[in-house]
T-cell receptor
Framework: GAGVSQSPSNKVTEKGKDVELRCDPISGHTALYWYRQRLGQGLEFLIYFQGNSAPDKSGLPSDRFSAERTGESVSTLTIQRTQQEDSAVYLC????????????FGDGTRLSIL | EDKVVQSPLSLVVHEGDTVTLNCSYEVTNFRSLLWYKQEKKAPTFLFMLTSSGIEKKSGRLSSILDKKELFSILNITATQTGDSAIYLCAVDDMNRDDKIIFGKGTRLHILP
C-alpha cells in the first residue's frame, strides 16, 4: 500500500484478555519496527524484524509480549493477559532496510485496558 | 547505556517566534541522527543527519549535527500554529543491531 497500515486503530479490552495488533508495512520494506508510546512520552522500542527474523527482542517488556512476521510483510504484536499498564499507543514503522534509512510510521493502535 | 536526551521537554511560544530544540546523545557507535514531527498520530520524517556541520534545511526548518559535542539542534523560524507538535529525536547505533533510540520528545505549542 501507499503507507504503513495498522489495525485496529483503537482497541478497548478488559484486563486479562489477549490482544493482537496488526501492521502492514510499505510493500518491499524489509525492516519493520514496533514501538510503544505512553501518554506524553517518547517512543519505547519493543522489537524489530529484518525480513521475518527478529534480531533484537530486548525491548519486549515481559514474556506476555510476542511478535511475529510472515512473508516479509505483515507483522502481529500479541499481548497476553493484558494489564492496565499496557495501555498505550503501539506504533509500527517500516524502512527499506535497517540502518541509515528513515522509518515510515503507521498511525498506531491506541490500546486501552479497563 | 545508550541514551538520547531532548530539551526542553515542552515549549510554548507565540506565532512568529523562532525556536531551537535540542537533542544530545550517547551511543556506542553512531550512525545517524533523525528528527521526526508527531502531530496527532504517526511521526513524520523531517531530517537525517550523518555528518557534522552540514545544515539541512526544509522551508522554515533547519537542523545541524555536532558529532564532537554529541548533539543536534532543530530550528524553526517564523513559527506558525501548524508547527505545534511533538518533535522527536532518534539515534541509530550501529552496535545495537539497528535499534533506533528515541528521546522523550519536545512538545511545542504555538500560540496564535
Amino acid at each position: 500500500g501507499a503507507g504503513v497500515s495498522q489495525s485496529p486503530s483503537n482497541k478497548v479490552t478488559e484486563k486479562g484478555k489477549d490482544v493482537e495488533l496488526r501492521c502492514d508495512p510499505i510493500s518491499g520494506h524489509t525492516a519493520l519496527y514496533w514501538y510503544r508510546q505512553r501518554l506524553g512520552q517518547g517512543l519505547e522500542f519493543l522489537i524489530y524484524f529484518q525480513g521475518n527474523s527478529a534480531p533484537d527482542k530486548s525491548g519486549l517488556p515481559s514474556d506476555r509480549f510476542s511478535a511475529e512476521r510472515t512473508g516479509e510483510s505483515v507483522s502481529t504484536l500479541t499481548i497476553q493477559r493484558t494489564q492496565q499498564e499496557d495501555s498505550a499507543v503501539y506504533l509500527c514503522a517500516s524502512s527499506p532496510r535497517t540502518g541509515n534509512q528513515p522509518q515510515h510510521f503507521g498511525d498506531g493502535t491506541r490500546l486501552s485496558i479497563l | 547505556e545508550d541514551k538520547v536526551v531532548q530539551s526542553p521537554l515542552s515549549l510554548v511560544v507565540h506565532e512568529g517566534d523562532t525556536v531551537t530544540l535540542n537533542c544530545s546523545y550517547e551511543v556506542t557507535n553512531f550512525r545517524s541522527l533523525l528528527w521526526y514531527k508527531q502531530e496527532k498520530k504517526a511521526p513524520t520524517f523531517l531530517f537525517m543527519l550523518t555528518s557534522s556541520g552540514i545544515e539541512k534545511k526544509s522551508g522554515r526548518l533547519s537542523s545541524i549535527l555536532d558529532k564532537k559535542e554529541l548533539f543536534s539542534i532543530l530550528n524553526i523560524t517564523a513559527t506558525q500554529t501548524g508547527d505545534s507538535a511533538i518533535y522527536l529525536c532518534a539515534v541509530d547505533d550501529m552496535n545495537r543491531d539497528d535499534k533506533i533510540i528515541f528521546g522523550k520528545g519536545t512538545r511545542l505549542h504555538i500560540l496564535p
